[in-house]
């Protein structure tokens, strides 16, 4: 089955670099169910893409992970040159962060836990409610976490495909629930359809007998305020959000999600005590006091967003979708996805490529600098005269 917009790994390198599986004793121990899971594809580093297309780092056109690349705020930056508590274990109940965040939002401090970003969230709700054999609901084309964590935990994946246009096809996840299923996860926007979830699909969802997490990690992006207000008035919604996309802070690993109480509560039993590191909640804290200057750089990647949207929408050869988050979908209507996103990275040029029965003559380009938009369409336009 094809999982969401989550590309296949390369098989570990470790794996490569010791012994083969074979050869060590204890892989008769794994899990059976885990042995050929083909795990999450994440995007790379600089110095890795340096090293494969021999550029310098600061050639790199970095558009593949939905980075921020103007990064963290100024107070951020200075919170974390001035860190001076690295050597002690930061607070397993995250009292500051939490309260700062519960201010932030407008909702008391026992709805919210903070993670090492969103995708810890994601894992800390798989485990509280995914015992192996149950299900989740999975709205394809998606972010690839959500069917990745679930596996990990010994869970089905129901895919539910949207509808032509991306929406969520409601009614044809009430018919796919059965006893076994627990969670649906939606992002809003959508990666990498970059769609809004409307509030009268999520109301339907809200009916139905399970918990459903809204993940809100293009939010800021947006231009509308999300659900995290809603949050208090139902016991089964969950909202995520994270400092990694607006806030510039996607290496230091904070997000965080707004929960009924009772869920928040069982979270902060079941969460590795000290999940977000002391640099990182420095700079979630300090970002909180530089929002005006953090949704500016939002702006101007909104702006960037709208003037490559404008670009590729000129470009005969392929469609691309209107976007409410930091990046744009593209279907290629002639020649191979694959083989731009090549010609691409080796220019130095890094865009997202799924290879999924769903996404395969797609690629997703996430906002940047003008610059970026600039060599990213001229390397299209000569792939389009070849065409
Ligand atoms: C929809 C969605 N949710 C969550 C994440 C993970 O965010 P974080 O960096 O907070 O783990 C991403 C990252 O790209 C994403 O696209």
């Given at each position: 089955?094809?999982?969401?917009?989550?590309?296949?790994?390369?098989?570990?390198?470790?794996?490569?670099?010791?012994?083969?599986?074979?050869?060590?004793?204890?892989?008769?121990l794994?899990?059976?169910?885990?042995?050929?899971?083909?795990?999450?594809?994440?995007?790379?580093?600089?110095?890795?893409?340096?090293?494969?297309?021999g550029?310098?780092?600061?050639?790199?056109?970095?558009?593949?992970?939905?980075?921020?690349?103007y990064?963290?705020?100024?107070r951020?930056?200075?919170?974390?040159?001035s860190?001076?508590?690295?050597?002690?274990?930061?607070?397993?109940?995250?009292?500051?962060?939490?309260?700062?965040?519960?201010?932030?939002?407008?909702?008391?401090?026992?709805?919210?836990?903070?993670?090492?970003?969103?995708d810890?969230?994601?894992d800390?709700?798989?485990?509280?409610?995914?015992?192996?054999?149950?299900?989740?609901?999975?709205?394809?084309?998606?972010?690839?976490?959500?069917s990745?964590?679930?596996?990990?935990?010994?869970?089905?994946?129901?895919?539910?495909?949207?509808?032509?246009?991306?929406?969520v096809?409601?009614?044809?996840?009430a018919?796919?629930?059965?006893r076994?299923?627990k969670?649906?996860?939606?992002?809003?926007?959508?990666?990498?359809?970059?769609?809004?979830?409307?509030?009268?699909?999520?109301?339907?969802?809200l009916?139905l007998?399970?918990?459903?997490?809204?993940?809100?990690?293009y939010?800021?992006?947006?231009?509308?305020?999300?659900?995290?207000?809603?949050?208090?008035?139902?016991?089964?919604?969950?909202?995520?959000?994270?400092?990694?996309?607006?806030?510039?802070?996607?290496?230091l690993?904070?997000?965080?999600?707004?929960?009924?109480?009772?869920?928040?509560?069982?979270?902060?039993?079941?969460?590795?005590?000290?999940?977000?590191?002391?640099?990182?909640?420095?700079?979630?804290?300090?970002?909180?006091?530089?929002?005006?200057?953090?949704?500016?750089?939002?702006?101007?990647l909104?702006?960037e967003?709208?003037?490559?949207?404008?670009?590729?929408?000129?470009?005969?050869?392929?469609?691309?979708?209107?976007?409410?988050?930091n990046?744009?979908?593209?279907?290629?209507?002639?020649?191979?996805?694959?083989s731009?996103?090549?010609?691409?990275?080796?220019?130095?040029?890094?865009?997202?490529?799924?290879?999924?029965?769903l996404?395969?003559?797609?690629?997703?380009?996430?906002?940047?600098?003008?610059e970026?938009?600039?060599?990213?369409?001229?390397t299209?336009?000569?792939?389009?005269?070849?065409?």
């Amino acid at each position: 089955m094809a999982r969401g917009s989550g590309a296949r790994r390369p098989r570990s390198t470790l794996a490569v670099r010791g012994q083969p599986p074979a050869a060590v004793g204890s892989e008769g121990l794994v899990r059976r169910d885990l042995r050929h899971l083909a795990g999450y594809a994440p995007i790379e580093p600089p110095a890795a893409l340096s090293q494969e297309t021999g550029l310098e780092p600061a050639r790199i056109i970095k558009l593949d992970g939905n980075e921020n690349p103007y990064g963290p705020s100024p107070r951020a930056r200075a919170a974390l040159a001035s860190l001076d508590c690295a050597h002690l274990y930061p607070d397993p109940e995250q009292r500051e962060l939490r309260r700062a965040l519960a201010d932030y939002l407008g909702v008391g401090a026992e709805h919210i836990v903070a993670g090492a970003g969103s995708d810890d969230l994601l894992d800390l709700l798989a485990r509280l409610f995914l015992a192996p054999g149950d299900r989740i609901i999975n709205c394809v084309p998606t972010f690839g976490m959500y069917s990745f964590l679930a596996e990990v935990q010994g869970a089905r994946v129901t895919e539910v495909r949207r509808t032509p246009d991306h929406e969520v096809d409601v009614e044809a996840v009430a018919r796919a629930l059965d006893r076994r299923t627990k969670l649906i996860f939606l992002a809003a926007p959508n990666n990498p359809t970059g769609n809004l979830l409307p509030r009268k699909h999520l109301e339907r969802l809200l009916e139905l007998p399970i918990v459903v997490v809204v993940d809100e990690a293009y939010v800021e992006f947006s231009g509308t305020a999300g659900f995290a207000a809603l949050v208090p008035g139902h016991s089964n919604l969950v909202v995520l959000r994270t400092f990694s996309k607006w806030a510039g802070l996607a290496g230091l690993r904070v997000g965080y999600g707004v929960f009924p109480p009772p869920i928040a509560a069982r979270l902060m039993l079941i969460k590795q005590p000290y999940n977000v590191n002391v640099a990182a909640q420095a700079a979630a804290l300090a970002s909180l006091e530089d929002v005006a200057h953090l949704l500016r750089n939002v702006q101007r990647l909104v702006k960037e967003r709208e003037r490559l949207y404008g670009k590729l929408s000129r470009l005969p050869f392929l469609e691309a979708l209107p976007s409410r988050a930091n990046f744009i979908l593209c279907r290629l209507l002639r020649g191979e996805a694959a083989s731009l996103h090549q010609r691409l990275r080796q220019r130095g040029i890094f865009v997202r490529y799924f290879d999924t029965p769903l996404l395969r003559q797609h690629l997703r380009i996430s906002a940047g600098r003008p610059e970026d938009t600039d060599a990213v369409i001229a390397t299209l336009k000569e792939f389009g005269r070849e065409l």
